[in-house]
């Protein structure tokens, strides 16, 4: 245990060097208007600006139009007779004499939002999207730089047999952390397992996380869950749970706990495409939706569950359409790009909390990094 103790404070000094390292030796490469962080050849890029065009001079944030919310129709427009309406439960409903499937899919795939492009300039002018001021860029660029290189270390520990498993956020760092930038530490998180990069964003420390997945005697966790089950009451992060999609009935529950106790905080539960392959996640949204929930269900869909891909899962329009399916205001969004994670959490929250419902962000991370990267386990 004491040697196991010795090498994990090692590797907390090594990540904390590099991180200083990298955010230097990158520094001189900025060129352009905005700034794509290569995190890996050929993976996709969290996108941080050079020039900072968006900062705002206040040190609050800019507002930004809120998502339109509406709430469930209740009025289906009526082309037939008024009379042959039907009273029902939600409202009336039109009567048809024509019989029509309603089909299982739109005619165009729902959009998804992004606020820079592959240059790592904003898309359009006038984008709809929330500013960051310098300090809170510098801390988000920070944050997700420190995570690829923790997750490099101790995935490698992983694979040299040292920890027995671990879980990287490669690719997603951005979903993560602008995520977790986007909410107050008064917002309870539930995990699903690859939202480390919150940990860190709330002041875990490294040092921290690499007790738990070594299970040393400094684990707050005593050394009793696997690697990767974090969990901390100070940082309002909920220990990670083995079965997935478990996290969201216990989402809506909670969330509807801080509705009746009037807080100023929502929900923010994290799952992945597998995870709403589970009758938990369909539990969960219609529970939350029912009881008007303040809580923010967060899918980050990088297209597999382990080796199952989303075609083998569902064959909906990905994830964002369920949400609309359970009377949920819901957005697909580029979790890639920094700045659209940032601006969607943050109307989210604003809507989970200002009128007290759930709201489903679906977050597209890159489809490419596939297991090897992303799960060891120690087969
Ligand atoms: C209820 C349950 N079934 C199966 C598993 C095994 N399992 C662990 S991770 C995983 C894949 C989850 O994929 P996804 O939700 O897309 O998350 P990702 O790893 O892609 O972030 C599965 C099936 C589990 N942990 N819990
Ligand atoms: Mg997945």
């Excluded at 090594?14 to 001189?28: F, M, N, P």
């Excluded at 309603?102 to 359009?124: A, N, Q, T």
């Excluded at 949920?328 to 109307?347: C, E, H, M, N, Q």
Aim: charged share 25%; proline share 4%; hydrophobic share 40%.
């Amino acid at each position: 245990m004491a040697s196991w103790g010795r090498r994990s404070s090692g590797m907390v000094h090594h990540i904390k060097a590099l991180s200083k390292v990298e955010l230097r030796g990158k520094a001189g490469e900025m060129k352009g208007g905005w700034w794509r962080y290569p995190l890996q050849p050929g993976v996709a890029s969290a996108l941080v600006p050079r020039s900072w065009p968006c900062v705002n001079t206040m040190a609050s944030l800019f507002l930004v139009q809120r998502f339109k919310s509406s709430l469930p129709q209740k009025q289906v427009e009526d082309d037939d007779d008024d009379d042959q309406d039907l009273d029902f439960p939600g409202g009336k409903v039109a009567c048809t004499s024509e019989m029509k499937f309603i089909s299982g899919s739109y005619d165009k795939r729902i959009p998804c939002y992004r606020v820079l492009g592959d240059d790592g300039e904003l898309i359009k002018d006038g984008s709809d999207f929330e500013k960051v001021n310098k300090e809170l860029a510098v801390k988000m660029y920070r944050d997700m730089v420190c995570l690829q290189i923790m997750d490099t270390f101790l995935y490698e520990a992983q694979r040299q047999g040292r920890i027995s498993f671990y879980m990287t956020s490669f690719g997603e760092e951005a979903a993560t952390i602008s995520s977790a930038a986007a909410l107050t530490k008064d917002d309870i998180i539930l995990p699903q397992y690859r939202e480390q990069g919150v940990l860190l964003w709330r002041g875990f420390t490294l040092q921290e996380i690499v007790n738990q997945c070594f299970g040393n005697k400094d684990d707050g966790g005593k050394g009793r869950q696997m690697p990767v089950h974090y969990g901390s009451s100070k940082h309002n992060f909920v220990t990670v749970s083995s079965p997935i999609a478990t996290q969201l009935p216990q989402a809506a529950g909670m969330a509807y706990s801080l509705k009746m106790d009037k807080k100023d905080a929502c929900v923010v539960a994290f799952i992945g495409d597998g995870g709403t392959s589970e009758g938990d996640f369909h539990a969960g949204l219609n529970f939350a939706a029912v009881m008007e929930a303040p809580v923010i269900f967060v899918c980050r869909n990088n297209g597999w569950a382990i080796s199952t891909p989303t075609s083998d899962q569902f064959r909906s329009d990905g994830v964002v359409v369920k949400g609309q399916a359970y009377g949920i205001p819901s957005i697909r969004v580029d979790g890639t790009d920094a700045l659209a994670v940032y601006s969607a959490i943050r109307a989210a929250r604003n809507m989970a909390i200002n009128e007290q419902r759930p709201v489903l962000v679906e977050s597209w991370t890159p489809f490419h990094i596939r297991r090897f990267h992303q799960i060891s386990f120690s087969q």
